[in-house]
């Protein structure tokens, strides 16, 4: 009777302490982004007001509308979605058809050939990006978003390849043999078996592609110098550093903006992401 | 039999069943945007080349003067600074976090997946957006909130980010802000892999929460623990983003880490030569340590 209910009192403790542990974590990542979507939606006096205000007795929506009429990051948020999507849709499909290769044959240095690729993905972006800062002028490719594109695609195929290749393992040969007997030519087997099965692995990679290439910066930055063409990571730097007359309250409220649709597909897709990093970090 | 074997040579050599034109595309893009790019800034690295003069000369100066220059001594003690602490606390509160929410998960307690959440939604933000929310967070006029918070505590005002050292730590903090959740997920993810029995055996044996945490649990994860410092130790060496918004290098070159010094040797001093011997530098970090955990993970399990 005692020793339960010790063991009951103690286990009521613990829990209380998760809790807090809870309450300080969230508190602690939660609360820089809270702070920034206070200072949103002050007015200037209130900005300035010390102490600080914790938040506004009367919040400036107006701020937001102001941002977006008086900023270009409209212009730099429809960039971010065209590279995003066009990131997303060529990284899957140059890396679905490479896992496939890796998955579904056997041949000389496959391995080594798996182990290089996980070398590309360690290297810091800004090494190969002076480099192609140099070919791109000297081809004129400079501000181009093709060729923008394409280092994006190859910046995320490694991680996308090896996350998609242990996919495709999981799934049985004997759906394969099927398909083959059936007389399926390979595209027909990957694109009629294959695919359908690996759906879940293919949206959680395409996911974690779009929310990494929406963060982009070192690329965009370095092969950029037309800022009708800046993403929304190059434009809010470009926005703070560029006009004084944009005020703490409208960088904020342009910095919420530029997150919002990351912090909206993670929240409702995180399913989705955990499994992807989980996934391709931990087994290789 | 000859017949058989003949067959199936042949259907080997079949035109749509070999793996090249399914990794051709993978290859041609990883060709050209990483095989040339780091043949060509292994080139330049021993060049006198600038950015705006077309002719140069073969040389080894650009290392010389790099490993003489204090500018850049001074980075590389704050690139070290920097990734260690950075590295040490991400891993340690992301094994500490992914801890509680294991337990939580566990025990069924509301609120786990909100923490949890709440813990990722900070990785998924953009680097350089977190370097502008922590500059507005690290406002040091009197109406900054941490600023003002230093005060309520009684640290009176913090130099937060206009005194070198300070600033150093400053933007440490924001960084392993940005990077728990990273170490925290795959953390979590080792945990879910770790056998049960194992665990219950242990709290049978009346071992306390400690001694199965210290004595159960770490030996098991040690591989996932280790695949994750690995990780983020890369990561961390090729910051860039966060740092550029935040401080820009400064005050000074204060929190200058390398992939920062690269870029303003290059663009801002025109000094290709000096920044492409720099960025080698980096390469040759970045390489050593995927050496030593591609050595690791074929040893331990290999690829099929």
Partial sequence: MMAKRS???????????????????????????FWVFSMSLKSVPELFATPPIWFSTDPQWENYAFVLRNTPITGYLLNSAIIVFFTVLLTLAVAVCAAYGFSRFRFHFKKPSLMAILVFQMISPVVIAI??????????????????????????????????????????????????????TRM????????????????????????????QFVIPFILLDDRDLYPVSVGLVNLRDSADAVTLHYLSAASIIAIAPVIAVFVLMQRYIVSALTAGAVKG | MEKVAEEKAASRWRPGDTPVPWLLPLALVLVLVFVYPILEILRLSFTDASLVRPEYAYTLESY???????????????????????VVFQVLLGFIIALVVDQGVRRGLRGTIVTRTAVLSAWAIPGVIIGIIWSILYEESAAGIL???ANLVGFGSIPFLSEPNTALASVT????????????????????????????????????AWQRLTRVMIPLLAPVLFITLIIVTIETFNTFDMVMALTGGGPGRGTEVIALSIYYQIFQQLNLGRGAAAAVMLLAVNMIITFVYLRYIERRQGIE
Avoid at chain 1, 14 to 28: H, R
Avoid at chain 1, 141 to 153: D, E, H, R, W
């Fill in chain 1, 7 to 33: 063991r009951v009192r103690r286990r009521r403790w613990s829990d209380a302490a998760l809790y807090l542990a809870f309450a300080f974590i969230t508190l602690f990542f939660v609360f820089p982004v």
């Fill in chain 1, 131 to 184: 480099p192609l800062y140099r070919f791109f002028v000297g081809l004129g490719l400079l501000n181009n978003y093709a060729s923008l594109i394409t280092v994006y695609v190859a910046a995320f195929l490694p991680f996308t390849v090896w996350f998609l290749k242990g996919y495709f393992d999981t799934i049985p040969y004997e759906l394969d043999e099927a398909a083959i007997v059936d007389g399926c």
């Fill in chain 1, 188 to 215: 027909q087997l990957l694109w009629r078996v294959l695919l359908p099965v690996s759906l879940p692995g293919i949206v959680s990679a395409g996911i974690l592609v779009g929310v990494l290439s929406w963060s």
């Fill in chain 2, 64 to 86: 010389i003067t790099l490993l003489r220059s204090p500018d850049f001594l001074s980075t590389l003690r704050i690139t070290f600074i920097f990734v260690f602490a950075s």
């Fill in chain 2, 147 to 149: 600023n003002h918070l």
């Fill in chain 2, 173 to 208: 903090v924001a960084n392993i802000w940005r990077g728990t959740a990273f170490s925290m997920i795959l953390i979590y993810a080792g945990l879910q892999t770790l056998p049960e029995d194992v665990l219950e055996a242990a709290k049978i044996d009346g071992a306390n």
